[in-house]
T-cell receptor, first 114, second 117 residues
Framework: KAGVTQTPRYLIKTRGQQVTLSCSPI?????VSWYQQTPGQGLQFLFE???????NKGNFPGRFSGRQFSNSRSEMNVSTLELGDSALYLC?????????????FGPGTRLTVL | AQTVTQSQPEMSVQEAETVTLSCTYD???????LFWYKQPPSRQMILVIR??????QNATENRFSVNFQKAAKSFSLKISDSQLGDAAMYFC??????????????FGGGTRVLVKP
């Protein structure tokens, strides 16, 4: 099975712009979670999508949003970018079953805001 | 809210030797998962090992094993016969099993493992 894929791998934006990141989960996985990784704050949960619905949300401002499509692919959007949004954004997929719910991560998208 | 603490920012080990990484967590829940993930410089987070809290037996995966002490809320990772490829950041993570709808990992701050040849 192919792993979790994320595009693009690198992105450079300027303050005030918006950005969209994409995540394709492992085939058969219905849940996609997003995490932000920074040197200062570590790994923080952004949100989770399951069956095209946001199920959980972390403590991030409304500038961070996402969606999930019927094929389970997910996009994350950040509007009005700030310097502090520079981070590695990781996406993880899981089967979302009761027996196993391990999250498998993609390679990440490195976002730099200038 | 659950918290995960990794008290060792960096650990160094000689190739072929053994190293143990510490992780403690705080939760009021009785049923949960604990994970160790490895993040090499290439950045891809890789699952190393997983433990269900209801299982008393410690999980093992080849050279990786855990010491799960539920009462002490401790979950350490032992890497035996260390190899150069083990050099990476290691993250301990917690996920509730009681609240099935909450599919969220809470991570510790990470421990960097250096392997000396």
């Amino acid at each position: 099975k192919a792993g979790v894929t994320q595009t693009p791998r690198y992105l450079i934006k300027t303050r005030g712009q918006q950005v969209t990141l994409s995540c394709s989960p492992i085939s058969g996985h219905r849940s996609v979670s997003w995490y932000q990784q920074t040197p200062g704050q570590g790994l923080q949960f952004l949100f989770e999508y399951f069956s095209e619905t946001q199920r959980n949300k972390g403590n991030f401002p409304g500038r961070f949003s996402g969606r999930q499509f019927s094929n389970s692919r997910s996009e994350m959007n950040v509007s009005t970018l700030e310097l502090g949004d520079s981070a590695l954004y990781l996406c993880a997929s899981s089967p979302r079953s009761l027996r196993t719910d391990t999250q498998y991560f993609g390679p990440g998208t490195r976002l730099t805001v200038l | 809210a659950q918290t995960v603490t990794q008290s060792q920012p960096e650990m160094s080990v000689q190739e072929a030797e053994t190293v143990t990484l510490s992780c403690t967590y705080d939760t009021s829940e009785s049923d949960y998962y604990l994970f160790w993930y490895k993040q090499p410089p290439s950045r891809q987070m890789i699952l190393v090992i997983r433990q269900e809290a209801y299982k008393q037996q410690n999980a093992t995966e080849n050279r990786f094993s855990v010491n799960f002490q539920k009462a002490a809320k401790s979950f350490s990772l032992k890497i035996s016969d260390s190899q150069l490829g083990d050099a990476a950041m290691y993250f301990c993570a917690y996920r509730t099993r009681i609240k099935a709808a909450v599919n969220k990992l809470t991570f510790g701050g990470g421990t960097r493992v250096l392997v000396k040849p």
